[in-house]
């Protein structure tokens, strides 16, 4: 068995080749099983590799992520880098569905940047911002009174810091933070969104992941832009920022993040190809 896939950076900055958040995207893994989707995710080693499957709902395709170790029902990066692959594909046009777990997420591209609507988020659970920040290893007073668990279909915790150099100053104890897991989604794993307005319109991010044991950090997280887009509306914010997230682990990259007055959070940013291949099963 022959399977193609492709690989993408998604949330690049224009003219870099390595900036933005690396995915693999499997041209049609309709046949495949779950052992079999799982292996070739760990095969790549990504955060997440996707695979484009048969569509349900209605929608122009379907698509499946997984991590290293799970799959996902949504994540923001593999949908717009598979929204991309699917239109090259013939799959549909600048403006498609994608059907995943969550259900059907519209897409639109201008080009190659690509923009998600998110479904409605909430809060999910206020959260202890003292010891959320001494978990990230900071100081008590480190972050906002409004710390809080936020999902628009994955759920991570948004931590908005009281200042940016807190945000780079994070360094997370992945034990302190295993507290802060999900409950009933696969893997597990704890992602903390700490992040502060840096400029009217613009915002610094890191998204820190942790299995209990270790920590990461992840260059440039759609879903988490999109948490903190349900955050805003919570907060009764609205506008539109560039989020610059990554710089900390060599892989710089610019979310595009749209809050609108009814509460329709929108994120976007440029997917760019970087080859292509096959895997002999």
């Known amino acids: 068995m022959r399977l193609a896939y492709r690989l993408l950076n998604v949330f690049a900055n224009e003219g870099d080749p390595f900036s933005g958040n690396p995915l693999c995207v499997f041209e049609d893994g309709a046949s495949l ?48 880098g598979t929204a991309h692959v699917a239109r090259a594909l013939g799959l549909g046009g600048d403006s498609l569905g994608l059907s995943m777990p969550v259900g059907v997420i519209a897409v639109e591209a201008r080009g190659d940047r690509w923009t998600l609507t998110a479904n409605r988020g909430s809060v999910v659970a206020e959260l202890d911002p003292g010891e959320l920040a001494v978990a990230l290893g900071l100081e008590p007073d480190a972050l906002l009174a409004t710390a809080g668990q936020v ?17 780079r100053r994070a360094r997370a104890n992945p034990a302190a933070l295993s507290r ?15 992040w502060a307005d840096t400029a009217p319109g613009e915002i610094e991010a890191r998204a820190l992941v942790t299995d209990g044991t270790v920590v990461s950090e992840d260059p440039a997280t759609g879903s988490a832009c999109a948490n903190l887009g349900a955050w805003l509306v919570a907060e009764g914010r609205a506008g539109e920022w560039l989020v610059r997230q990554g710089a900390h682990v060599g892989r710089p990259s610019t979310l595009h993040l749209a809050v609108d007055v009814d509460g329709t959070v929108r994120v976007g940013g440029l997917v760019r190809d970087v080859g292509a291949g096959e895997v002999v099963l």
Not at 151 to 167: I, N, R
């Open 151 to 167: 999902s628009v279909g994955t759920s991570q915790v948004v931590a908005p810091a009281a200042g940016v150099e807190a945000v």
């Open 180 to 194: 802060y897991a999900p409950m009933g989604e696969g893997g597990g794993e704890v992602l903390v969104y700490v």
């Open 33 to 80: 099983g779950e052992e079999q989707l799982q292996g070739l995710a760990r095969q790549f080693n990504l955060s997440e590799t996707t695979f484009l499957v048969p569509p349900a709902d209605g929608a122009d395709a379907g698509v499946r992520i997984f991590t290293t170790s799970f799959e996902m029902p949504f994540a923001g990066h593999p949908t717009l």
